[in-house]
Every structure is written in C-alpha cells, then in structure tokens.
C-alpha cells in the first residue's frame, strides 16, 4: 500500500511538471449517501448492510488540455453494517445479539481523475469523468459495543466516475475497498473486518 501511495504521488508531480500552465482549481460543497458492508476475515455470523450518509468538501485541480488532475477533500462519513454476533455462543453468552456498529469517520479522499473536456463544445453542458486512489478513514467516534476493538482509522482504496453539469454540479458515484481492517473482536483477536462501500455523491462547485 505505501508503495501504491508513492507510485501515486509520483504520477502527480509529473503532471505538475510536464504541463506549462497553470491548473485549475476549484472547490466543492458535497453531500451523499453510503451503502456500507463489514468483510470479515471468516464466515462466522451474518452481516448485513447500513445506509450512512457523508457532508463536506473537496477541492478539485484540473491540468488544462489534457483532462487530467487530482482532488483532495475533508469529509465526515457515518458508516457501518449490523454484525449478528448473538449468532455464535461466544458472544450470545455474553449478551449479545444483531449489533449495529456504526463508524463516524473523517475521510480524506486523494484521487487521480480524468475528465473528458474536448466533446466539441458539448463539454460545457455535460461532462463525463472517472476517478480512483487512496482514503484515509480517520475515526472520530463509534458506536457502543464492549465486544469490539476499534481501529483509529483505516485506509481504502475507491474507484468511481459520474458527470459534471454546467460546470457546476458534480453527480458521482464510486465502490471503495477497505484494504486495512477498521475494527476486530476481543474475544477472537484475529476475527477484524474491513469496509466496503457504495457511495453516491452530489457536488456543488462555488
């Protein structure tokens, strides 16, 4: 993962350094929705998804010309899944049962993007483009569960596109993999799980 981060990074800077002019930055108001699973490393209860919902902004710079850039935000994210844990004696015994976990998360997107901006004019009024790159998850608080170990944050990998709208609303949407876990159990330390995740995004540039 570190080294998909620096393979990242170096792509950006040759970007920065290959284009003469100036890019072109902007910014963004969003709100969206999350459908939210919890992949655990075993199949031992049932688990079932979460609607969530995301609010914050995001700062978009394009390089002119060739439709390349990048985006970087700060978003609050409320994500999670119910976990039957009451499905095994381990936890049943103990009193639990179909416990929702719910994460409260700021989540700090930075993804490459393409935009499709040479449709001879047709750009102006709709705008298609695809995205994808690293999320730091950093947790800010969760529900209450003593059975759970929460992690301080994690990292995901999204992949996503969508369209942008007179230049000024984006629609988007995009599947995000967790690729550390987000929380485990006590009673089973090797029994964690990670996020995946359903967003749909609605941006409004100011």
Same mark, same amino acid.
């Not at 998909?4 to 002019?21: F, Q, R, T």
């Not at 844990?85 to 049943?92: A, D, T, Y």
């Not at 976990?101 to 298609?128: C, S, V, Y």
């Given at each position: 993962?570190?080294?998909?981060?620096?393979?990242?990074?170096?792509?950006?800077?040759?970007?920065?350094?290959?284009?003469?002019?100036?890019?072109?930055?902007?910014?963004?108001?969003?709100?969206?929705?999350?459908?939210?699973? @919890?992949?655990?490393?075993?199949?031992?209860?049932?688990? +079932?998804?979460? !609607? $969530?919902?995301?609010?914050?902004?995001? &700062?978009?710079?394009?390089?002119?010309?060739?439709?390349?850039?990048?985006?970087?935000?700060?978003?609050?994210?409320?994500?999670?899944?119910?976990?039957?844990?009451?499905?095994?004696?381990?936890?049943?015994?103990?009193?639990?049962?179909?416990?929702?976990?719910?994460?409260?998360?700021?989540?700090?997107?930075?993804?490459?993007?393409?935009?499709?901006?040479?449709?001879?004019?047709?750009?102006?009024?709709?705008?298609?483009?695809?995205?994808?790159g690293p999320e730091f998850n950093i @947790?800010?608080?969760?529900?209450?569960?003593?059975?759970? +170990?929460?992690? !301080? $944050?994690?990292?995901?990998?999204?992949? &996503?596109?969508?369209?942008?709208?007179?230049?000024?609303?984006?629609?988007?949407?995009?599947?995000?993999?967790?690729?550390?876990?987000?929380?485990?159990?006590?009673?089973?330390?090797?029994?964690?799980?990670?996020?995946?995740?359903?967003?749909?995004?609605?941006?409004?540039?100011?």
């Amino acid at each position: 993962m570190k080294r998909l981060i620096k393979i990242l990074m170096a792509c950006v800077l040759c970007l920065a350094i290959a284009m003469p002019v100036q890019a072109q930055f902007r910014r963004q108001a969003i709100v969206g929705g999350l459908i939210t699973n @919890l992949s655990f490393k075993q199949d031992l209860v049932t688990v +079932d998804h979460v !609607g $969530g919902f995301q609010a914050g902004f995001a &700062g978009e710079m394009m390089f002119p010309g060739i439709g390349f850039g990048i985006d970087l935000g700060f978003i609050y994210n409320m994500a999670g899944a119910k976990v039957n844990l009451g499905e095994r004696k381990i936890w049943s015994s103990e009193g639990y049962g179909n416990e929702r976990l719910m994460l409260h998360q700021l989540n700090i997107p930075f993804h490459l993007r393409f935009k499709w901006t040479r449709m001879n004019g047709l750009e102006d009024i709709i705008a298609p483009f695809v995205y994808g790159g690293p999320e730091f998850n950093i @947790l800010l608080a969760h529900s209450k569960c003593e059975a759970i +170990d929460w992690a !301080g $944050g994690d990292l995901s990998l999204a992949c &996503g596109g969508g369209f942008e709208i007179h230049r000024r609303w984006q629609v988007s949407f995009a599947y995000t993999w967790g690729m550390t876990y987000a929380l485990k159990t006590k009673l089973l330390t090797n029994f964690s799980a990670r996020t995946r995740q359903w967003t749909f995004r609605l941006g409004y540039f100011f």
